[in-house]
């Protein structure tokens, strides 16, 4: 059975700190998608990546793929409060992992 | 405009009620989803449809059943609801399937008492 997992699952960071999101999945899989999630709120893609190697970045955030080691990581660079959500992580079959919610504080 | 919508947006019910959820989009996608998130926060996918076939359909209770009269519709329709279906259903829809940016719509709180 495919499992995902993101560690850590509660992460309290400073602003301007950096930090990263790891997500490991169980079997082979292409393709991984990252989301945010407000509190109360739907989910918004943050990205989505096809290949091994792949990296995305987008403002403070930037994911990467490596489909041999069966990881990405989404990287945090300079937090600010308004990252503060939970991120998920899903694989092509669309299984997410727990979540990571991320509470950046002054 | 919005892009995934849902309705209703809240849902308290009885336990052994039949209740429908909607969502319809309007991006053109040809692939539409339904995600159930628990009370922890934890993400199932439940159903997937392309242009109105059925491709995935997870472990989900026969109760469930979704209904695609077009592709720019994706209904839930539950039947007999049981206090553990309470959750936050949800709609998605992407362009043609995996590797497609998915958008979300704005969820469907569904509590039974």
């Known amino acids: 059975e495919l499992k995902v997992e993101q560690n850590p699952l509660f992460l309290s960071m400073q602003e301007g700190k950096n930090y990263t999101i790891y997500c490991n999945y169980s079997?082979?899989?292409?393709?991984l998608y990252w989301y945010r999630q407000d509190p109360g709120k739907s989910l918004e893609s943050l990205f989505v990546?096809?290949?091994?190697?792949a990296v995305k970045q987008e403002g403070r955030l930037m994911a990467s793929l490596d489909t041999k080691a069966r990881l990405s990581t989404l990287h945090i660079t300079a937090a600010v409060h308004d990252l503060s959500a939970t991120y998920f992580c899903?694989?092509?079959?669309?299984?997410f992992g727990a979540g990571t919610r991320l509470t950046v504080k002054p | 405009d919005t892009a995934v919508s849902q309705t209703p947006k809240y849902l308290v019910t009885q336990m052994g009620n039949d209740k429908s959820i909607k969502c319809e989009q309007n991006?053109?996608?040809?692939?539409m989803y339904w995600y159930k998130q628990d009370s922890k926060k934890f993400l199932k996918i439940m159903f997937s449809y392309n242009n109105k076939e059925l491709i995935i359909n997870e472990t989900v209770p026969n109760r469930f059943s979704p209904k695609s009269p077009d592709k720019a519709h994706l209904n839930l329709h539950i039947n007999s609801l049981e206090l553990g279906d309470s959750a936050v259903y949800f709609c998605a829809s992407s362009q043609s399937g995996s590797g497609d940016t998915q958008y979300f719509g704005p969820g469907t709180r569904l509590t039974v008492l």
């Open positions: 899903a694989v092509s079959e669309m299984r």
């Open positions: 079997t082979t899989s292409d393709r």
């Open positions: 991006l053109g996608h040809d692939t």
């Open positions: 990546l096809l290949s091994n190697g």
